[in-house]
């Protein structure tokens, strides 16, 4: 089973992304499901449940959160109430990561090795307690920044995931998640990526120009 388990729509409020034009785009390439991450708020996430309903895909929810190290993936929470130092930026990454894994959540860093603004992870992931996973292929990402995430992850024995990191519709797919079972709900995707039933790939059905050679 393949899913993009890093999508925004316009509601990250940094891109025009209808969430049906998203899951249509994610339908005709041969995902079987989405999770939407938007930035900073899981609520945000919320309308586009409604839009899968509709076009008969399944659309699982997490969040992305900015820390004052990177990026990270939540998985397994279920409101905005994870988020309890009252800002969006720039949160204390290793208290993220134990609050979040104490809501029986999950959290996997975002293209860590991606050098964006003043908080990179880059090495620092090797030095990270409670991760679950680690994302290796990331739409949005350069070969090396890929190959990277796929040494760290190595020298972590830790599962990988891959996503699209999508704004706009040409990006939907570009790399995604191949999951070994059938993935219903979350509980499922969390019980898969903690068992390391799950390994990212650049996506084939997205076509050679999307796979960034390695």
Not at 179 to 202: K, L, S, T
């Amino acid at each position: 089973m393949w899913i993009d388990t890093h999508c925004h729509t316009k509601y990250s409020y940094d891109n025009w992304l209808e969430p049906v034009d998203l899951i249509r785009r994610a339908k005709a390439l041969g995902i079987d499901a989405v999770c939407i991450t938007e930035h900073y708020s899981f609520d945000a996430s919320e309308p586009v449940l409604q839009v899968g309903r509709d076009e008969g895909m399944l659309v699982l929810r997490g969040v992305e959160i900015a820390t004052d190290r990177g990026h990270l993936l939540a998985y397994g929470v279920d409101d905005d109430g994870w988020n309890i130092w009252n800002r969006d930026n720039y949160l204390p990454m290793q208290e993220v990561i134990a609050h979040i894994n104490a809501l029986g959540g999950i959290c996997v860093p975002a293209h860590p090795f991606r050098q964006v603004g003043l908080s990179s992870l880059l090495e620092g992931i090797l030095d990270l307690d409670g991760i679950a996973a680690v994302e290796t292929h990331n739409g949005n990402n350069s070969a090396d920044d890929d190959r990277l995430a796929q040494r760290a992850a190595q020298i972590l024995g830790l599962p990988t995931l891959g996503g699209s990191d999508c704004h706009k519709t040409a990006a939907v797919g570009r790399c995604a998640t191949e999951f070994e079972g059938d993935i219903r709900c979350m509980a499922d995707f969390i019980a898969a990526v903690r068992a390391g039933a799950c390994q990212a790939h650049y996506y084939p059905g997205y076509g050679a120009s999307g796979a960034p050679a390695l």
